[in-house]
């Protein structure tokens, strides 16, 4: 499975979008882009996943560029509730062994 | 939605003893689960793949006499620590796949061996 950058951290301000990118410029074509999230001390949450349109649902919208090297997921109104570590991962199938890398922390502040 | 059952959340156990860990699928049937393990600061590691009925598959480095995995049934996989360390000490996670290409994660299970 293709490899997976993304920022170490980020900061959001309560309220206002959040932008979270994800390289995977190795990626194939039967690979699938995943986001989870991981609040302290939990495990982790399913956010999202797409192959090459871009999703949305009731946690996030997934934006996937048209060469699919990268990706966006974005929170359209980040709560601090939202504060977690983000996941980006590129994945065959659903059956496949979801392997993490070190994601995002973000933090998003009053 | 699809929710995995871990239990216990937090375990204290001495140095040698054994401890075992349980992941079960309340409301849908787990062919294939997945046993994680996170160290503070550090990001999930899979330790191991269990299908039921048949023996898991281990991640390199991963020592399966001492990371016992059982999945018996459609709806249980358990981990087994045995003569656990202090070096054991970190947070297990299970995992399971869900038709539609997402996956259920346990809320984890914190060990500390003293």
């Known amino acids: 499975d293709a490899k997976t950058t993304q920022p170490p951290s980020m900061d959001c301000a309560e309220g206002r979008a959040a932008n979270l990118p994800c390289n995977h410029s190795t990626i194939s074509g039967n690979e699938y882009v995943y986001w989870y999230r991981q609040i302290h001390s939990q495990g982790p949450q399913y956010i999202i996943h797409?192959?090459?349109n871009n999703e949305t649902n009731e946690m996030a919208s997934l934006i996937i560029t048209e060469d699919r090297k990268s990706s966006t997921l974005i929170l359209p109104h980040a709560t601090l509730r939202d504060t977690a570590v983000y996941y980006c991962i590129a994945l065959t199938d659903s059956w496949g062994k979801l392997q993490f890398g070190a994601g995002t922390q973000v933090v998003v502040t009053p | 939605g699809a929710v995995v059952s871990q239990h216990p959340s937090w375990v204290i156990c001495k140095s040698g003893t054994s401890v075992k860990i349980e992941c079960r699928s309340l409301d849908f049937q787990a062919t294939t689960m997945f046993w994680y393990r996170q160290f503070p600061k550090q990001s999930l590691m899979l330790m191991a793949t269990s299908n039921e009925g048949s023996k898991a598959t281990y991640e390199q480095g991963v020592e399966k006499d001492k990371f016992l995995i059982n999945h018996a049934s459609l709806t249980l996989s358990t981990l087994t620590v045995t003569s656990a360390h202090p070096e054991d000490s970190s947070f297990y996670i299970c995992?399971?796949?869900?038709?539609?290409?997402?996956?259920?994660f346990g809320s984890g299970t914190r060990l500390t061996v003293v």
């Open positions: 797409g192959l090459k």
């Open positions: 995992s399971a796949s869900l038709v539609g290409g997402s996956y259920t």
